[in-house]
T-cell receptor, first 108, second 116 residues
Framework: RKEVEQDPGPFNVPEGATVAFNCTYS??????FFWYRQDCRKEPKLLMS???SGNEDGRFTAQLNRASQYISLLIRDSKLSDSATYLC?????????FGGGTRVLVKP | GAVVSQHPSWVICKSGTSVKIECRSL??????MFWYRQFPKQSLMLMAT?????????EQGVEKDKFLINHASLTLSTLTVTSAHPEDSSFYIC????????????FGSGTRLTVV
Protein backbone atom coordinates (compact mmCIF):
# COMPACT_ATOMS: atom_id res chain seq x y z
CA ARG A 1 0.00 0.00 0.00
CA LYS A 2 1.34 3.45 -0.89
CA GLU A 3 2.05 5.80 1.98
CA VAL A 4 0.02 8.57 0.40
CA GLU A 5 -2.69 7.79 -2.12
CA GLN A 6 -4.67 10.05 -4.39
CA ASP A 7 -7.17 9.62 -7.19
CA PRO A 8 -5.12 10.56 -10.27
CA GLY A 9 -8.15 11.99 -12.08
CA PRO A 10 -8.43 13.88 -14.28
CA PHE A 11 -11.32 15.79 -12.80
CA ASN A 12 -12.94 17.73 -15.62
CA VAL A 13 -14.57 20.75 -14.01
CA PRO A 14 -16.73 23.40 -15.66
CA GLU A 15 -15.53 26.90 -14.97
CA GLY A 16 -17.28 28.26 -11.89
CA ALA A 17 -18.09 24.84 -10.47
CA THR A 18 -16.90 23.26 -7.24
CA VAL A 19 -14.56 20.29 -7.13
CA ALA A 20 -13.35 18.26 -4.18
CA PHE A 21 -10.98 15.37 -3.83
CA ASN A 22 -9.32 13.40 -1.08
CA CYS A 23 -6.02 11.89 -0.16
CA THR A 24 -5.39 9.04 2.26
CA TYR A 25 -2.23 8.39 4.23
CA SER A 26 -1.08 5.22 5.94
CA UNK A 27 1.19 6.42 8.74
CA UNK A 28 -0.81 7.44 11.78
CA UNK A 29 2.30 9.14 13.20
CA UNK A 30 2.30 11.73 10.42
CA UNK A 31 2.53 15.17 11.89
CA UNK A 32 1.64 17.74 9.29
CA PHE A 33 -0.11 17.89 5.99
CA PHE A 34 -0.03 20.09 2.93
CA TRP A 35 -1.54 20.59 -0.47
CA TYR A 36 0.88 21.56 -3.21
CA ARG A 37 0.08 22.57 -6.74
CA GLN A 38 2.26 21.48 -9.63
CA ASP A 39 1.97 22.82 -13.14
CA CYS A 40 3.31 20.82 -16.06
CA ARG A 41 7.11 20.59 -16.02
CA LYS A 42 7.40 22.93 -13.05
CA GLU A 43 8.29 22.52 -9.41
CA PRO A 44 5.57 22.02 -6.79
CA LYS A 45 4.35 25.16 -5.07
CA LEU A 46 2.75 25.21 -1.64
CA LEU A 47 -0.96 25.85 -1.89
CA MET A 48 -1.86 25.54 1.76
CA SER A 49 -1.13 23.70 4.96
CA UNK A 50 -3.89 21.56 6.40
CA UNK A 51 -4.89 21.97 10.03
CA UNK A 52 -6.94 19.67 12.21
CA SER A 53 -9.73 22.19 12.53
CA GLY A 54 -9.91 22.66 8.78
CA ASN A 55 -8.85 25.84 7.10
CA GLU A 56 -9.83 28.06 4.24
CA ASP A 57 -7.81 30.26 1.94
CA GLY A 58 -9.99 32.15 -0.47
CA ARG A 59 -11.70 29.64 -2.74
CA PHE A 60 -9.73 26.73 -1.29
CA THR A 61 -10.80 24.72 1.76
CA ALA A 62 -8.75 21.94 3.30
CA GLN A 63 -9.88 19.41 5.87
CA LEU A 64 -8.02 16.83 7.91
CA ASN A 65 -9.55 13.71 9.40
CA ARG A 66 -6.95 12.03 11.60
CA ALA A 67 -9.27 9.23 12.69
CA SER A 68 -9.82 8.10 9.11
CA GLN A 69 -6.41 9.29 7.96
CA TYR A 70 -7.45 11.41 5.05
CA ILE A 71 -7.26 15.00 3.97
CA SER A 72 -9.38 16.79 1.45
CA LEU A 73 -9.24 19.83 -0.78
CA LEU A 74 -12.24 21.71 -2.09
CA ILE A 75 -12.04 24.37 -4.76
CA ARG A 76 -15.01 26.69 -5.17
CA ASP A 77 -15.81 28.85 -8.17
CA SER A 78 -13.15 27.12 -10.26
CA LYS A 79 -11.05 29.28 -12.56
CA LEU A 80 -9.30 28.19 -15.72
CA SER A 81 -6.04 28.95 -13.95
CA ASP A 82 -6.83 26.30 -11.33
CA SER A 83 -6.00 23.61 -13.91
CA ALA A 84 -3.02 21.79 -12.45
CA THR A 85 -2.00 18.69 -10.57
CA TYR A 86 -2.66 18.89 -6.85
CA LEU A 87 -0.23 16.98 -4.68
CA CYS A 88 -1.09 15.76 -1.22
CA UNK A 89 2.00 15.92 0.96
CA UNK A 90 2.45 14.32 4.36
CA UNK A 91 5.25 15.17 6.78
CA UNK A 92 6.40 12.28 8.94
CA UNK A 93 9.51 12.75 11.03
CA UNK A 94 10.67 15.73 8.96
CA UNK A 95 10.37 13.75 5.78
CA UNK A 96 7.88 14.75 3.12
CA UNK A 97 6.03 12.03 1.26
CA PHE A 98 4.16 13.02 -1.87
CA GLY A 99 1.01 11.51 -3.24
CA GLY A 100 0.80 10.78 -6.94
CA GLY A 101 -1.26 13.88 -7.55
CA THR A 102 -4.80 14.60 -8.69
CA ARG A 103 -5.10 16.25 -12.05
CA VAL A 104 -7.75 18.95 -12.36
CA LEU A 105 -8.82 20.40 -15.70
CA VAL A 106 -11.08 23.42 -15.59
CA LYS A 107 -12.88 24.00 -18.85
CA PRO A 108 -14.82 27.03 -20.10
CA GLY B 1 10.36 34.82 1.20
CA ALA B 2 12.82 31.94 1.07
CA VAL B 3 14.20 31.20 -2.41
CA VAL B 4 16.13 28.23 -3.69
CA SER B 5 17.94 28.65 -6.98
CA GLN B 6 18.48 25.44 -8.94
CA HIS B 7 20.74 25.14 -11.98
CA PRO B 8 20.71 24.10 -14.69
CA SER B 9 17.03 24.09 -15.49
CA TRP B 10 17.58 21.56 -18.22
CA VAL B 11 20.51 19.56 -19.51
CA ILE B 12 21.09 17.03 -22.26
CA CYS B 13 24.11 14.80 -21.91
CA LYS B 14 25.61 11.76 -23.55
CA SER B 15 25.35 8.37 -21.97
CA GLY B 16 28.31 7.68 -19.70
CA THR B 17 29.01 11.28 -18.77
CA SER B 18 28.39 12.94 -15.41
CA VAL B 19 26.07 15.84 -14.69
CA LYS B 20 26.14 18.17 -11.70
CA ILE B 21 23.04 19.95 -10.46
CA GLU B 22 23.32 22.81 -7.99
CA CYS B 23 20.88 24.17 -5.48
CA ARG B 24 21.55 27.39 -3.61
CA SER B 25 19.49 28.94 -0.86
CA LEU B 26 19.57 32.64 -1.59
CA UNK B 27 18.30 34.28 1.56
CA UNK B 28 18.37 31.66 4.26
CA UNK B 29 20.59 28.95 5.63
CA UNK B 30 19.56 25.54 4.38
CA UNK B 31 20.37 23.17 7.19
CA UNK B 32 18.72 20.28 5.39
CA MET B 33 18.47 19.64 1.68
CA PHE B 34 16.23 17.05 0.09
CA TRP B 35 16.72 15.70 -3.42
CA TYR B 36 13.78 14.30 -5.35
CA ARG B 37 13.28 12.67 -8.70
CA GLN B 38 10.07 12.71 -10.71
CA PHE B 39 9.42 10.51 -13.72
CA PRO B 40 6.67 11.47 -16.19
CA LYS B 41 3.17 11.18 -14.75
CA GLN B 42 4.54 10.04 -11.40
CA SER B 43 4.97 11.81 -8.11
CA LEU B 44 8.11 13.11 -6.51
CA MET B 45 10.22 10.38 -4.99
CA LEU B 46 12.71 11.29 -2.30
CA MET B 47 16.21 10.18 -3.25
CA ALA B 48 18.26 11.44 -0.33
CA THR B 49 18.42 13.84 2.58
CA UNK B 50 21.53 15.78 3.44
CA UNK B 51 22.43 17.90 6.41
CA UNK B 52 25.14 20.51 6.11
CA UNK B 53 28.55 19.10 6.79
CA UNK B 54 27.51 15.46 7.02
CA UNK B 55 26.98 12.56 4.64
CA UNK B 56 23.69 12.23 2.87
CA UNK B 57 21.14 9.63 3.86
CA UNK B 58 19.87 7.77 0.82
CA GLU B 59 16.46 6.20 0.39
CA GLN B 60 16.19 2.51 -0.26
CA GLY B 61 16.99 1.64 -3.84
CA VAL B 62 18.97 4.81 -4.58
CA GLU B 63 22.62 4.13 -5.38
CA LYS B 64 24.81 6.46 -3.38
CA ASP B 65 27.81 5.89 -5.66
CA LYS B 66 25.77 6.91 -8.67
CA PHE B 67 24.05 9.93 -7.17
CA LEU B 68 26.70 11.89 -5.31
CA ILE B 69 25.40 14.53 -2.96
CA ASN B 70 27.51 17.23 -1.43
CA HIS B 71 26.21 19.70 1.13
CA ALA B 72 29.40 21.44 2.12
CA SER B 73 27.88 24.77 3.10
CA LEU B 74 24.62 26.13 4.46
CA THR B 75 23.76 27.69 1.12
CA LEU B 76 24.85 25.12 -1.43
CA SER B 77 24.10 21.50 -2.16
CA THR B 78 24.97 19.59 -5.30
CA LEU B 79 23.76 16.37 -6.85
CA THR B 80 26.05 14.69 -9.36
CA VAL B 81 24.63 11.97 -11.56
CA THR B 82 27.65 9.87 -12.46
CA SER B 83 27.92 7.76 -15.59
CA ALA B 84 24.44 8.79 -16.63
CA HIS B 85 22.28 6.41 -18.65
CA PRO B 86 19.04 7.01 -20.51
CA GLU B 87 17.03 5.54 -17.62
CA ASP B 88 18.37 8.37 -15.43
CA SER B 89 16.47 10.85 -17.58
CA SER B 90 14.07 12.52 -15.20
CA PHE B 91 13.07 15.74 -13.46
CA TYR B 92 15.31 16.34 -10.43
CA ILE B 93 14.16 18.80 -7.77
CA CYS B 94 15.81 19.96 -4.58
CA UNK B 95 14.04 21.20 -1.51
CA UNK B 96 15.64 23.08 1.34
CA UNK B 97 14.64 23.47 4.94
CA UNK B 98 16.17 26.22 7.01
CA UNK B 99 16.60 27.10 10.64
CA UNK B 100 13.65 27.97 12.81
CA UNK B 101 10.03 26.95 12.77
CA UNK B 102 9.06 29.62 10.26
CA UNK B 103 10.98 27.97 7.51
CA UNK B 104 9.00 25.40 5.61
CA UNK B 105 10.21 23.44 2.65
CA UNK B 106 11.31 25.59 -0.28
CA PHE B 107 11.67 23.93 -3.66
CA GLY B 108 14.10 24.69 -6.41
CA SER B 109 12.72 25.10 -9.91
CA GLY B 110 13.89 21.64 -10.97
CA THR B 111 16.32 20.28 -13.54
CA ARG B 112 15.13 18.27 -16.49
CA LEU B 113 17.85 15.79 -17.38
CA THR B 114 17.82 13.97 -20.70
CA VAL B 115 20.49 11.36 -21.31
CA VAL B 116 20.94 10.39 -24.95
Amino acid sequence: RKEVEQDPGPFNVPEGATVAFNCTYSNSASQSFFWYRQDCRKEPKLLMSVYSSGNEDGRFTAQLNRASQYISLLIRDSKLSDSATYLCVVNTGNKLTFGGGTRVLVKP
Amino acid sequence: GAVVSQHPSWVICKSGTSVKIECRSLDFQATTMFWYRQFPKQSLMLMATSNEGSKATYEQGVEKDKFLINHASLTLSTLTVTSAHPEDSSFYICSARGRGVDYGYTFGSGTRLTVV
